[in-house]
């Protein structure tokens, strides 16, 4: 069973950055960074393919975020920038074993804790 351990979330002012990381035990074809805000549906980010590092975006962040993965490809990261108050929301790291196309609506199977990121106007 996959594992994953996110980190880098926190506050920051609008126009600002951050980076999340998620670390990874086990095996992945796919990864992603979903997000939720309170009162609302959990609404997909960005996806990587682990062997391909063929990327998607949802429109909301496009141009703005960047997903990618470390050499080994067993830590994926979310660079966020020009943050805005609308980004606030708890943000899970998801894995997928099999391949399904690695796309925002693919159905991932394990999940991490969630790190809080908070923009502030």
């Avoid at 590092?53 to 703005?64: E, I, L, M, P, Q």
């Avoid at 690695?102 to 999940?111: E, I, P, Q, S």
Wanted: a positive charge; proline letters at 2%.
């Amino acid at each position: 069973q996959v594992q994953l351990v996110e980190s880098g979330g926190g506050s920051v002012q609008a126009g600002g950055s951050l980076r999340l990381s998620c670390a990874r035990s086990g095996v992945a074809s796919c990864m992603g960074w979903f997000r939720q805000a309170p009162g609302k549906e959990r609404e997909g980010v960005a996806t990587i393919a682990i062997a391909s590092g063929t990327t998607k975006y949802a429109a909301s962040v496009k141009g703005r975020f960047t997903i990618s993965q470390d050499n080994v490809k067993t830590t994926v990261y979310l660079q966020m920038n020009k943050l805005k108050p609308e980004d606030t929301a708890m943000y899970y790291c998801a894995a997928r074993l099999s391949w399904d196309g690695c796309l925002l609506t693919t159905d991932f199977h394990d999940w991490g804790q969630g790190t809080q990121v908070t923009v502030s106007s």
